[in-house]
């Protein structure tokens, strides 16, 4: 499980399939209420206290990614906490959690890795190139460089090395098409991987 802090009352969790497998949740359950997802929910919140003090008391809501062989992004965004609405009880009576979910799902089939240094990006790109030659789209997105493909234009037998290459060099992200198009900045249009094998060396 893996948490970044995106502004004070955002965050982002990325959590792999074993993650969700060691606490013996499906893919699919991530879609329904049950007790241990929820546990699940908690634990993230308890993980992002304490390594970024995100104080998750208040309305909260959920953006979950589902991303295919990787895992799943999990965006939380924290809303005004209304005191007010608790001022009249007692510290005692102050319900342990004041969790208010609202959980937006979508299941995304893009295959999408952000790399913070072009050098890193040229060396994926590298190992890449051994399995596809004709996909990917370049993004500069938030001072990061953002690969973006469409399954469509990979073998789904290479699907899982692509992946694995990609984790190893990047990080997954959940940001659609329509952001990157709209907020990004395209800088190679199509067969990112092959033009930039073409234009840049590996490092000795």
Same mark, same amino acid.
């Given at each position: $499980?893996?948490?970044?802090?995106?502004?004070?009352?955002? *965050?982002?969790?990325?959590?792999?399939?074993? &993650?969700?497998?060691?606490?013996g949740i499906?893919?699919?359950? $991530?879609?329904?209420?049950?007790?241990?997802?929820? !546990?699940?929910?908690?634990? $993230? $919140?308890?993980?992002?206290?304490? !390594?970024?003090?995100? &104080?998750?008391?208040?309305p909260?809501? +959920?953006? +979950?990614?589902?991303?295919?062989?990787?895992? =799943? /992004? /999990?965006i939380?965004?924290?809303g005004?906490? &209304?005191?007010?609405?608790?001022?009249?009880?007692?510290?005692?009576?102050?319900? !342990? #959690? /004041?969790?208010? =979910?609202?959980?937006?799902?979508?299941?995304?089939?893009?295959?999408?890795?952000?790399?913070?240094?072009?050098e890193?990006?040229?060396?994926?790109?590298?190992?890449?190139?051994?399995? *596809?030659?004709?996909?990917?789209?370049?993004?500069?997105?938030?001072?990061?460089?953002?690969?973006? =493909?469409?399954?469509? #234009? *990979?073998?789904?037998?290479?699907?899982?090395?692509?992946?694995?290459?990609?984790?190893?060099?990047? #990080?997954?992200?959940?940001?659609?098409?329509?952001?990157? !198009?709209?907020?990004?900045?395209?800088?190679?249009?199509e067969?990112? /991987?092959?033009? *930039?094998?073409?234009?840049?060396?590996?490092q000795?």
């Amino acid at each position: $499980m893996k948490i970044e802090r995106l502004s004070s009352d955002k *965050i982002r969790i990325f959590l792999t399939f074993d &993650d969700l497998s060691e606490r013996g949740i499906q893919k699919e359950d $991530m879609w329904q209420e049950i007790p241990k997802v929820h !546990e699940l929910f908690t634990e $993230m $919140m308890d993980q992002a206290y304490n !390594e970024l003090g995100f &104080d998750a008391t208040g309305p909260l809501a +959920v953006e +979950v990614f589902a991303l295919p062989a990787q895992g =799943m /992004v /999990v965006i939380v965004t924290r809303g005004k906490y &209304d005191h007010h609405q608790y001022s009249q009880l007692g510290e005692d009576e102050l319900p !342990e #959690e /004041v969790y208010e =979910m609202e959980v937006t799902l979508e299941q995304s089939d893009s295959i999408v890795y952000a790399f913070n240094d072009f050098e890193v990006l040229i060396e994926a790109a590298h190992v890449l190139h051994r399995h *596809i030659t004709e996909a990917g789209r370049l993004y500069h997105y938030r001072d990061k460089w953002v690969l973006y =493909m469409d399954p469509e #234009e *990979i073998d789904a037998n290479q699907l899982p090395s692509l992946i694995a290459v990609l984790a190893e060099f990047g #990080e997954a992200a959940s940001y659609t098409e329509a952001v990157l !198009e709209e907020y990004g900045k395209v800088v190679i249009a199509e067969n990112a /991987v092959d033009v *930039i094998c073409t234009h840049f060396k590996r490092q000795d």
